[in-house]
Every structure is written in C-alpha cells, then in structure tokens.
C-alpha cells in the first residue's frame, strides 16, 4: 500500500514491485491526482484554486486573490500518463488571452512511498515565466 500526501491509501495486489507500483499509479484516481498536486503548490507557497473556469484543474496565486490575479494555470496529467496533442494545444493558445503561464503537472512515484510531481511550463510572450520568488510576481493587483 502506498500513501498519498493528503493520508489516502492506494491499496494495490500483490505482484513484482514493477508490477505493483505501476498498478498504484494507475490506481489514483482524478480527485487523488489533483489533490497530490495541489499539496505539492501549497507546500510551495502558493494558494492554490479550482482552475475550471480557466479550462485546467487549478489556478496558483502567489498572494491573496482578492488582491491579486493568478499567474499560473495547472493542467494535471491523467493517470495513464498520456498527453493528449490536442488539449495541450488548446491550453497554450489560450494562455496569452488570460495572461497566464500553463503548467502541466504529472504525479510520479517518489522513493519513500510518497508522490512526486514533475513540471513543465509553458511560457509565452503574453504571459512570461514566473516564480514566487522573483520580485513583481503576484503584483498583478486588481
């Protein structure tokens, strides 16, 4: 049995360890994978919202959304590790219309039975990279 961040447990057959923790991350479901990953951003610094309203799984804000808009949206890879051409496509063409920097978040096996989450952003002119620890991030105030 592995657990996740959050305290659920993904309870998987037993097999070669190969075998068992490929099972286990096919296990997680869609709320477990996004839950993992908003952990992680959280853990980060981040606030973290739905991003449902913006076509991903979250929205970070690197201060109060009230005072601020958010700087990143999250689209989170399904659990058979497939990217799908066409919704990354779609994701990064609309980015520089919501001023945002798309993130693709991918839940990986860590060595301690724990998650990991791999990243890869998607920067463009409209919408530059940032990160929380570089000053003027999070001073797009409203």
Sequence with gaps: AKKTEHG?????ADMSETENNAKCMK????????SIVRDH???????VHSGLQFGC????????PGRVHSDFCVHVVPSDS???WRMIQTL????PDLHKTLIVANVTEGND??????ELA????????????????GEQVK
Excluded: W
């Design 122 to 137: 998607f920067a463009t002119e409209h919408a530059p990279f940032r990160h929380k620890n570089i000053k003027g991030v």
């Design 92 to 95: 990064v063409r609309s980015m």
């Design 8 to 12: 659920a447990k993904v309870i998987c």
């Design 82 to 84: 497939q990217l799908d």
């Design 27 to 34: 296990d997680l479901s869609a709320n477990e994978r996004i």
């Design 57 to 64: 799984e979250l929205v970070l804000y690197a201060n109060d």
């Design 41 to 47: 951003f959280v853990r980060k610094g981040y606030r």
């Design 113 to 118: 039975d724990s998650y990991e989450v791999d």
